[in-house]
């Protein structure tokens, strides 16, 4: 498989350049997790890492390589998003709240 040398910015990793493997389109993954082992023999902490563009041609406007700069939040991806996919929106509901039947602003009918 083909690899590419790539620069990490920030984080524990800050200043240092990993060959990184490329994909079949030919660019490093989106985002580069590195488990780092646990000292005391815990659970590793995941650093997480994601690609940004590290420069562009000042002509033509096309990228010049890519790098990887430290997300310290970590992963906020939890799961895929699919496009038929029900939107993980939690609705906010009170529970002692009664539904209301006609639409807002409207007298009801009853009211007359």
Known sequence: M?????PFEGGPLDGRVLPVLLGPTGHPPKVYR??????????????????????????LGLRQGWKYEFAPEGDQRGKLKWPWSKPSIKPDIKPDAKPDTTPGGKPDDADE
């Open 34 to 59: 590195v488990p780092v082992p646990d000292a005391a023999g815990g659970p590793p902490t995941i650093l997480v890492y994601r690609r940004v563009q590290a420069g562009q041609s000042k002509r």
């Open 2 to 6: 083909k690899s590419e040398d790539t």
